[in-house]
């Protein structure tokens, strides 16, 4: 369900689901969680409500409505109505700012970065980083995820540990975060030399759903393969 709400006018639409394909497994907590069909072994993520594309797909990713029309297309048409006055003047004229998904992760996510607005607008043309919020709905045993650096970290070890693909190395040097059901967190983004990291989940289930600015923006430092154990690197 998609509630409008403003001092003008409050109305709810009823939204299609919206799972989206990815190269890491999972998805099926999210199919548990939904009372949906497991269709696929690769779909770990729904985006609800989302006026996101994805950065290569840019229609893949939006929330459509039953009469198969977008939330964007909804927000487009009377966007201070859905953001507010403020947010309206930074946002983009058809998007929210905010993506809220729920996440489902078979197999330990790539160890990667979240950008910052300065470094996302000079890269990727973007206007939003990725500081990021969530809470954990259910975990298996020993869930952790891995957070920021234990110390600092020349970036051109990092560039060498990176093309190596050394995943042992990058947990090793991870401040890990055991977590249970009801643990919420919040990070932010940022490039600064030696401390520039959110890391991974690493054993299912874990559904966490996450809030964070629009774009999911993120540079991987170590790759995900989708033949790997999905409780190891």
């Excluded at 003008?8 to 639409?13: A, H, L, N, P, Y």
């Excluded at 919206?18 to 690769?42: F, K, M, T, V, W």
């Excluded at 039953?66 to 006055?85: F, P």
Aim: hydrophobic share 35%.
């Amino acid at each position: 369900m998609i509630t409008q709400c403003d001092s003008r006018v409050e109305s709810t639409r009823s939204a299609a689901t919206n799972l989206i394909d990815h190269e890491y497994r999972g998805g099926q907590g999210i199919a548990a969680l939904r009372g949906l069909p497991a269709s696929s072994d690769a779909q770990p993520e729904e985006w609800l409500g989302s006026t996101t594309g994805r950065q290569d797909d840019q229609v893949s990713g939006l929330s459509r409505l039953l009469d198969g029309s977008t939330l964007q297309q909804l927000v487009a048409a009377d966007h201070e109505a859905w953001v507010g006055r403020y947010a309206a003047q930074t946002a983009g004229p058809s998007d929210t700012g905010i993506l809220f998904k729920l996440l489902d992760a078979g197999q330990r996510l790539p160890v990667h970065v979240h950008p910052d607005r300065a470094f996302a607008r000079r890269h990727f043309d973007c206007p939003y980083g990725k500081t990021e919020a969530w809470l954990i709905l259910e975990t298996g045993e020993d869930c952790a995820v891995y957070l920021g650096w234990k110390e600092e970290v020349s970036l051109a070890e990092l560039a060498d540990r990176r093309d190596a693909q050394d995943s042992d190395w990058m947990l090793a040097h991870l401040n890990r975060i055991e977590v249970r059901p009801g643990i919420s967190g919040e990070h932010q983004t940022g490039f600064t030399e030696g401390r520039p990291l959110f890391g991974t989940h690493p054993r299912r289930p874990l559904h966490p759903p996450e809030l964070h600015p629009r774009d999911a923006l993120r540079l991987a430092l170590r790759h995900a393969q989708r033949d790997e154990h999905p409780h190891r690197g």
